[in-house]
């Protein structure tokens, strides 16, 4: 009798303690799911981790980009530290940035996974223009298309921002350059009332001013800052990344990009995108050099060129178009070192940025 009287309560006390589990769980999994839904509908955007075992769709992978399973891994970190305001820009937007880990990497362009795919993708990606413009101008304000000049094409269309900007002269140009000694670009931006920073590790003293609007700086744009504990003397020269500098200046707002980073451009656009960069971004000019992956970045030639295809599609997402499309018919005509479809190793590529009209 008492044995088994005891033995009933035994089982009552199981039972009351499995119902406080289930219910501990149950709230538990109430909270996360409460927090992470207020998350999306705060407008954060949340970085997803998406690996994708099988190549989706376009429109499907977008579902997947904007729905994240529970099973995703989920990145946010807010930048603490607050940015300074320029203070001729009267939209300001939101000061906290989030800081991404990855890109997006997009669906792979067929099942196979095969170079072909990759590159036929890619390749008509980057020579397709996406927005058409008609007043285009190629190498700076001041001067007509010379053969011999690379040319950096910007749209001076009044729907964007760039015009206004010019003809108020309160545009400003950033260059980045690696021992670039021609900045015929430059110097025309500066003539036509820009002010202009040319930022390359080459220059020989720390900062010059030429004119009135042109500066030179001696430094070097990365795609992360020094190692704090590297001293600063014992750096071959100064490396910074965008972010940094455009903090350091206090510009809030940098009208053009110029970008020739010999194969630097992919980890520095990729920084720009992760750190929010570029949308302080309303025309950007890149070289992009395709003869090999570029610096660090890794995998098997696929994978490289799907990399390079996902960080323009990030570009896209953005609102940025790609209006001007260059073929360089003087660099080997190789993608990955390879004699594939008739590319180049090298193209420049204009995109404005959309948001800003
Ligand atoms: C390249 O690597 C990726 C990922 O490691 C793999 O999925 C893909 O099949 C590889 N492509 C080729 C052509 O080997
Ligand atoms: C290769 O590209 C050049 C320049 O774009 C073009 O003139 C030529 O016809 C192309 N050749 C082939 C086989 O597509």
Redesign the pocket.
Known sequence: MLRRDFRLRWRGCTLRLLALCLAAFLCTHLTAELKRRSWLLAGVPVQVQTTFKEPLGEEQSRIVEEVPSRRQVIYVRRSRKGRQADSSVVHRRDTKKIVRWHIDMQPWASYSHSLNDEATRFLRYITTPQISCSHIIRNGITEQLDNTIKPWTLCLDAKFDLSHQIRSKQCRVYSLGLGEEDYVFEANMANGGCEVHRFDPSIRSAHIHEGERLWHHRLSVDWRDPNPAIATHKLQSNTKKLGTIINEFGHWKVDVLKADMESAEWKILENLILEGIVEQIGQLVLEIHLHWPGFEVSGNDSTVVRYWYSLFKELEHKDFKLFYTY?D?TKP?MLLKKDLF?ASSSYILSWVNTRWT
């Open positions: 073929k018919l005509q008739n």
